[in-house]
């Protein structure tokens, strides 16, 4: 039974109030009391009090429709504690307001100086919002950096969530109307890239993105040739299980500039999962969805198209830590394969070939994505680059990294052995000495080229200064009883290395060891 | 990874070792010797199966050499290519007694 309250209540008319719903309650269903409050300007105790006798009496008294001002009393009072009480929702509206960003789920505007709001687009928004706030908090307390929205207001016929956002501007924004500052954006895109992709999450809570793309492929195998449908579903089987995160929906409008500060600000697409399933839904936002036609680029993220594919081919290269073109086209190969079966999926599950248009589309898309299949046996890759805590503990994890790369070159154990060797020695020096007492990371680049066959293994890290190389190196001719322990792996560093170099730059130590092989 | 297997009798014993002897192993191998030697006068370390020894583990070796060379002698076997060769350029291969 519904009763609504109305103006103030106070000790002058409680009584009144009281014996009016008492009045009204005695002809309905006394199980269920809602007190609507849409038009309670203020209650002071004296009306606190009326509730509380009406609770004793039907414990499932709730309280909807209730103002900022009159929430605050019944919070202060602990009544919201007590009883179900629910806020009402604030009205926003956000005709001309700047639209600032776009997400999976819906688009996101300024509406004053300090605040932006993200209006859901589907019907059942709330438990979307409620979604989102959870990925929003989890990823918070992972230590990604994000904004996570204050309320929920009604903007027309959905809804949205409130998020304080000062002075912001997207990377889109900033690379359409800053050209000079693409290089900037590339270092901040990657590095927070790169920082999603290094957090683990608890298992269960985040969905699992080989689950997704494994339903694209298999939606997609019946479209394609037999043998080529097969090896579609089998390379993304292939992909192991990675309790790592990923973003979902990583573009330049999710992430936003806020004084110096970097913030994501679309989270409802997180998972966790391998990232060349994240390097997929990469490909499409910036090549992609826009490769047939370059309107949609500008349109949607307010650069061309042009700004778009170099943007994305240097985020590539900056994470994956090498600029050989060789690798960098090996590793988007794979991530094209993804978006392609993405595209073809969405395009014909929104009745793409049922018009002559859909169909060129799609025909464009499969054209590609076989031609991928055909020369591409696996979806994994490695990143040329570890970032890793300095700590002993992770050199196992340190020389597998390496190990990984010298065994895809074909490298000769002995060599490999030397490499460990100095590997080892440089990385527990920084481990050590870098950051103690304190902690921090290390950086480790592998690269290797062709003619002659050469591995260039570089460190950097930004502890005190220190060149390890200046040591004087220990006699090796002394006797046992002479010899001292210290020095001596910098020593067989330099010994087995064809070239060991070390310079200060920036703040950082960059140590770089080179071995023919 | 490193695997000690100890065979000791007497005074007696030989350490063969499986593995990488580094920077995370050699706590491991310094604590079973720094246990075993007092009452040692003959130690054979077997290399056979020793994949991997970087400057952490030759500072285990000297130190061992130099704690036996009082009262007995210490000494390796079945050292593979690889290994040598860190001995020899670090002149180990002088200090420490190699069948």
């Known amino acids: ?10 000790s002058n008319n409680a009584a009144a109030v009281e014996q009016d ?24 105790s004296a009306g606190l009090r009326v509730i509380l006798r009406l609770k004793k009496s039907c414990p499932a008294l709730k309280i909807v429709n209730v103002n900022s001002e009159v929430y605050e009393i019944l919070d202060m009072t602990g009544f919201t504690e007590m009883m179900t009480v629910e806020k009402a929702y604030r009205v926003v509206s956000v005709e001309g307001c700047e639209e600032i960003g776009r997400g999976a789920n819906g688009k996101i505007y300024r509406i004053d100086q300090d605040n932006v709001v993200k209006v859901y687009k589907n019907a059942d928004a709330l438990a979307d919002i409620q979604h989102e706030r959870e990925m929003a908090k989890l990823a918070l307390i992972l230590g990604i950096p994000t904004a996570i929205s204050y309320d929920v207001v009604k903007v027309g016929d959905s809804y949205g969530s409130v998020f304080e956002l000062l002075n912001a501007s997207s990377f889109s924004k900033i690379l359409a109307t800053e050209p000079e500052k693409m290089d900037w954006c590339v270092k901040e895109y990657v590095d927070i890239l790169k920082k999603i992709h290094s957090t683990v999450v608890p298992a269960g809570k985040l969905p699992d993105m080989k689950e997704t793309v494994l339903g694209w492929a298999r939606f997609v195998k019946d479209y394609l040739p037999e043998e080529a449908g097969k090896k579609l579903v089998a390379l993304v089987e292939a992909v192991p299980h990675d309790d790592h995160m990923l973003h979902g929906d990583y573009h330049t409008k999710n992430l936003e500039l806020q004084n110096d500060e970097v913030l994501l600000i679309d989270m409802d697409t997180l998972a966790v999962g391998h990232p060349i399933f994240e390097l997929g839904s990469m490909f499409n936002a910036f090549v992609g969805f826009s490769e047939q036609n370059h309107e949609i680029i500008q349109r949607f993220q307010g650069f061309d198209f042009d700004t778009a594919q170099i943007f994305w081919h240097k985020s590539l290269a900056a994470y994956l830590g090498t600029s050989s073109e060789r690798k960098l086209r090996e590793v988007e190969d794979k991530a094209r394969i993804i978006g392609y079966t993405r595209l073809i999926r969405r395009k014909i599950r929104r009745q793409g070939l049922e018009t002559e248009e859909g169909r060129a589309q799609i025909a464009f898309w499969k054209e590609r994505l076989l031609k991928l299949l055909d020369t591409t046996d696996t979806l994994l890759f490695t990143r ?22 010298l065994e895809a070159a074909g490298c000769p154990m002995k060599a ?3 490499i460990g060797v100095a590997v080892e020695e440089i990385f527990v020096n920084i481990a050590n000495y870098a950051y103690a007492p304190e902690k921090g990371t290390a950086t480790v680049r592998v690269e290797l080229s062709e003619q002659p066959v050469t591995v260039t293994i570089t460190f950097v890290d930004h502890g005190v200064p220190y060149d390890p190389l200046a040591k004087q190196d220990p006699d090796v001719k002394l006797s046992a009883e002479e010899r001292e322990i210290g020095g001596l792996g910098i020593f067989m560093t330099k010994k087995m290395m064809d ?19 | 990874m490193l695997n000690i297997i100890k065979n000791m009798e007497k005074d007696t014993a030989c350490f063969a070792l499986e593995g990488r002897l580094d920077t995370v192993t050699a706590p491991l191998l310094e604590s079973e010797l720094k246990e075993a030697l007092p009452s040692l006068s003959v130690l054979t370390l077997d290399f056979a199966k020793l994949e991997y020894i970087s400057s952490a583990g030759l500072r285990v070796l000297l130190s061992a050499h130099k704690a036996m060379a009082g009262h007995g002698s210490m000494k390796l076997i079945h050292v593979n290519e690889t290994v040598m060769e860190i001995f020899e350029v670090t002149g180990f291969s002088e200090i420490l007694t190699i069948e």
Do not use: W
């Open chain 1, 1 to 10: 039974m519904k009763i609504e309250l109305r103006g103030r209540i106070d």
């Open chain 1, 21 to 44: 719903i008492l009045t009204q309650l005695a002809g309905g269903n006394a199980q269920e009391i809602i007190l609507d409050a849409a038009d309670l300007e203020y209650i002071s």
């Open chain 1, 384 to 405: 040329s680059e570890l970032e890793i805590e300095a700590v002993t503990e992770n050199l196992p994890a340190v020389q597998a990294f390496v190990e990984e790369h």
């Open chain 1, 416 to 418: 490999k052995m030397q």
């Open chain 1, 499 to 517: 070239d060991v170099s070390y310079c200060y730059r920036d703040g950082h130590n960059i140590l770089t060891l080179k071995k023919n092989l």
